[in-house]
């Protein structure tokens, strides 16, 4: 019997550990050919990603290992090109690469929210640009961008990683647009996963309910041709599933001549918050013609 994702090839940035390594593993499974994508640390025998590829091949799956760090601009084409080489296609990527903080803003180095930024925000960018090229040429492909209910919705004490993950939220959007007509679809997934990097807030019973393999049949379905999905972005974990859009209120309209300390915006925004965030669109010109015109 054929499997569903036989003679697909997929690049997982970060996909030495954690959420990568479940992804990777569940597309092997599928039968997909992968690139597994994780710099390697000083003085390992052998890297991360080189123990993903014996675990794949050892149950009969097709993978390479590939080192290069996200950070450094030229890591997408050599991605690209170890794909090539190895398989001789590419299908879908996956951007999982990234890292935290624990840090207040106010007390942050900003050499290390700088870093944050670098390698979740441009670490994601130099990973699929290449890629992403490449799958509009050939006109079919899928890209999955990790982004995270922190850049939805923000959190104490993670201001780079909020804002990087909610970038990439903004990324999204955009390359969904420029990618539809050409058959490329782009989509977030924000995770609830037990990993190196959440897993020691967890108590026991809850790293066993979210556990990065329930994560992974969701990422199957975005990169996959039964899918048609498209500027999504899915809450994922501990077997639950939810959607997140960006909403907006109807407009109303401002007095004439007010300073805006004169007392009249006040009921104004009591009767604008009381408005429901019903209203979507399908990019900034669109919004931009309602937001213009009096309905």
Known sequence: MSLPLASRTVIIT???????????????????????????????????????????????????????????????????????????????????????????????????????????????????????????????????????????????????YSASKAALIGLTHVLAHEGRPHGVRINALAPYAATPMTESSMTPALRERFAPQRVAPVLAWLVSDDCHLNNETLIVGGGRMSRARVAEAAPIDLPDGTSGVDGALQPLWAELEARPLDRHFQGSLEQFAKFGTRE
């Open 14 to 160: 970060g996909a030495g550990k954690g959420l990568g390594r479940a992804y990777a593993l569940h597309l092997a499974a599928l039968g997909a050919s992968i690139v597994v994508n994780n710099h390697r640390h000083a003085g390992e025998a052998e890297s991360s990603a080189e123990r993903v590829v014996h675990e794949i091949r050892a149950r009969g799956g097709l993978a390479i290992a590939e080192h290069s760090p996200v950070e450094q601009p030229g890591c997408g084409a050599a991605m690209l090109q170890a794909a090539l080489d190895h398989f001789g296609r590419l299908d879908a990527v996956v951007a999982n690469a990234g890292i935290s903080e624990a840090c207040s803003f106010h007390k942050q180095d900003l050499a290390d929210f700088q870093r944050v930024i670098a390698i979740n925000l441009m670490g994601t960018v130099h990973a699929i640009h290449p890629a992403f090229r490449h799958l509009y040429d050939q006109r079919r492909g899928s890209v999955v961008l990790s982004t995270s209910v922190a850049g939805l919705h923000g959190e104490h004490g993670l201001p780079a």
